[in-house]
């Protein structure tokens, strides 16, 4: 069973940066795709963007390309999310999940286990 556990979200101007953390463990990190999600309110969760387990190219949704950046760190089990640029439509709870394949994927389904979630609120 894979725990993940966000952590690095807060308060931030527009324009601002964030660095957010998930830390997993009881997996063979290297094994799944790490992704990123966001639940704004009133809104569906959507993909962020995501990486595999084992490192290489990172991939994003259009909406914040450019802005943030996947990476991961395989000898601590930690995916991270820089957040760049802010703006107040980034505003919204953000989750790590973790999917049993190497393949990258963007849809919801296709993740196995999920963090608890971390805010992060953007204020104009």
């Known amino acids: 069973q894979v725990q993940l556990v966000e952590s690095g979200g807060g308060l931030v101007q527009a324009g601002g940066s964030l660095r957010l953390s998930c830390a997993a463990s009881?997996?063979?990190?290297?094994?799944?795709?790490m992704g990123w999600f966001r639940r704004a309110p009133g809104k569906e969760r959507e993909f962020v963007g995501g990486?595999?387990?084992?490192?290489?190219?990172?991939y994003y949704a259009d909406s914040v390309k450019g802005r943030f950046t996947i990476s991961i760190n395989n000898a601590k089990n930690t995916v991270y999310l820089q957040m760049n640029t802010l703006k107040p439509e980034d505003t919204a709870v953000y989750y790590c999940?973790?999917?049993?394949?190497?393949?990258?994927?963007?849809?919801?389904?296709?993740?196995?286990?999920w963090g608890q979630g971390t805010q992060v609120t953007v204020s104009s």
């Open positions: 999940a973790a999917a049993r394949t190497v393949a990258l994927v963007r849809e919801i389904r296709a993740y196995d286990y």
């Open positions: 009881g997996g063979t990190f290297s094994t799944y795709t």
């Open positions: 990486i595999r387990g084992s490192g290489g190219m990172a």
